[in-house]
């Protein structure tokens, strides 16, 4: 039998936890910004029992975590395995945090070592395992976010992934770079015909991406584009760039499958339509990470028992 335990989203900036049952049942679920910064403050162990606290579980409730908190800034690392992975192997290789009254777990992350394109997730990998779950096991699957990954799926394992610093550079660009008068403000980026141009642009010329950057400076300067146009523009060129690069390196994008929730999915849709890449499978991020969660659960206690 399944033990009702704690499912555990644990990022840099965010908490996020559900107490299930042994079927993978949602029983009560907590949000907050007890990031990692936050707990290293209070404790991890201590961030973790307040929650669980609330949700209800008392201490002979296993918990099993994924995120940044199994990083080395973490509260234990958790390893990362290699590529190509058999997702379904995910939840038997968690390393388990010592010395504590409750049980707690904690998922790897995932590392491509491969010397001309290196790189890393921690989190992602249990969402694909949720995506999995769903019947989505071969294909490219596309992980909108801060550093947006592009993940291919064959039967179930990854067999390779990449990261594009999307979000991070909007950020940096819109708040520390020349272009910073250009697109000033907060306002929320849409889908508006500046946002669709700018991602054609630079998915048909992405070598051209840094002289369309300083265009939008340009615009500013002798044209007087409002801010928020030219902050769509940005937004639209840097997505643009990232799709032109994910089929550089996975080839065709038509019939990806998005995972993501919310406003940024809604960018990520309209982007892959303007460059004609038309219908995709829309994953929902949360459900996903929910659902690997659950699945990682079970072959964790399995070994367990």
Same mark, same amino acid.
């Given at each position: 039998?399944?033990?009702?335990?704690?499912?555990?989203?644990?990022?840099?900036?965010?908490?996020?936890?559900?107490?299930?049952?042994?079927?993978?049942?949602?029983?009560?679920?907590?949000?907050?910004?007890?990031?990692?910064?936050?707990?290293?403050?209070?404790?991890?162990?201590?961030?973790?029992?307040?929650?669980?606290?609330?949700?209800?579980?008392?201490?002979?409730?296993?918990?099993?975590?994924?995120?940044?908190?199994?990083?080395?800034?973490?509260?234990?690392?958790?390893?990362?395995?290699?590529?190509?992975?058999?997702?379904?192997?995910?939840?038997?290789?968690?390393?388990?945090?010592?010395?504590?009254?409750?049980?707690?777990?904690?998922?790897?992350?995932?590392?491509?070592?491969?010397?001309?394109?290196?790189?890393?997730?921690?989190?992602?990998?249990?969402?694909?395992?949720?995506?999995?779950?769903?019947?989505?096991?071969?294909?490219?699957?596309?992980?909108?976010?801060?550093?947006?990954?592009?993940?291919?799926?064959?039967?179930?394992?990854?067999?390779?992934?990449?990261?594009?610093?999307?979000?991070?550079?909007?950020?940096?660009?819109?708040?520390?770079?020349?272009?910073?008068?250009?697109?000033?403000?907060? #306002? =929320?980026?849409? /889908?508006?015909?500046?946002?669709? +141009?700018?991602?054609?642009? %630079? &998915? $048909? *010329?992405?070598?051209?991406?840094?002289?369309?950057?300083?265009?939008?400076?340009?615009?500013?300067?002798?044209?007087?584009?409002?801010?928020?146009?030219?902050?769509?523009?940005?937004?639209?060129?840097?997505?643009?760039?990232?799709?032109?690069?994910?089929?550089?390196?996975?080839?065709?994008?038509?019939? #990806? =499958?998005?995972? /993501?929730?919310?406003?940024?999915? +809604?960018?990520?849709?309209? %982007? &892959? $339509? *303007?460059?004609?890449?038309?219908?995709?499978?829309?994953?929902?991020?949360?459900?996903?990470?929910?659902?690997?969660?659950?699945?990682?659960?079970?072959?964790?206690?399995?070994?367990?028992?």
């Amino acid at each position: 039998m399944m033990p009702t335990y704690a499912a555990i989203d644990w990022g840099t900036t965010s908490f996020r936890a559900w107490a299930m049952d042994g079927e993978g049942r949602v029983l009560a679920e907590t949000r907050a910004k007890d990031g990692l910064t936050t707990a290293s403050e209070r404790g991890f162990e201590t961030v973790l029992e307040t929650h669980l606290s609330q949700l209800g579980l008392g201490t002979d409730a296993p918990a099993v975590l994924c995120g940044m908190v199994g990083s080395r800034a973490g509260w234990l690392e958790a390893a990362y395995l290699e590529t190509p992975l058999e997702l379904g192997d995910l939840g038997s290789r968690a390393v388990k945090v010592p010395g504590l009254a409750r049980d707690v777990f904690i998922l790897p992350g995932l590392a491509q070592r491969a010397a001309w394109e290196p790189d890393v997730m921690r989190g992602e990998e249990t969402q694909l395992l949720g995506v999995v779950a769903e019947g989505y096991r071969s294909g490219l699957v596309c992980m909108p976010g801060t550093h947006s990954k592009w993940v291919s799926l064959s039967d179930g394992v990854i067999e390779s992934f990449s990261t594009f610093m999307t979000g991070e550079l909007f950020r940096l660009l819109r708040t520390h770079s020349i272009l910073r008068q250009a697109v000033e403000g907060e #306002a =929320a980026v849409g /889908a508006t015909p500046a946002f669709l +141009d700018g991602v054609r642009r %630079a &998915f $048909e *010329a992405p070598a051209l991406a840094t002289n369309m950057l300083f265009s939008i400076r340009a615009g500013w300067l002798l044209h007087g584009t409002a801010p928020a146009e030219q902050a769509a523009r940005l937004s639209g060129l840097l997505l643009g760039l990232e799709l032109a690069g994910a089929a550089e390196r996975h080839g065709s994008l038509k019939g #990806a =499958a998005l995972l /993501a929730s919310g406003p940024i999915a +809604d960018l990520y849709a309209a %982007a &892959f $339509e *303007a460059v004609g890449f038309g219908a995709f499978r829309h994953l929902d991020a949360d459900a996903c990470v929910r659902h690997g969660l659950a699945q990682a659960a079970r072959s964790l206690f399995a070994a367990e028992s």
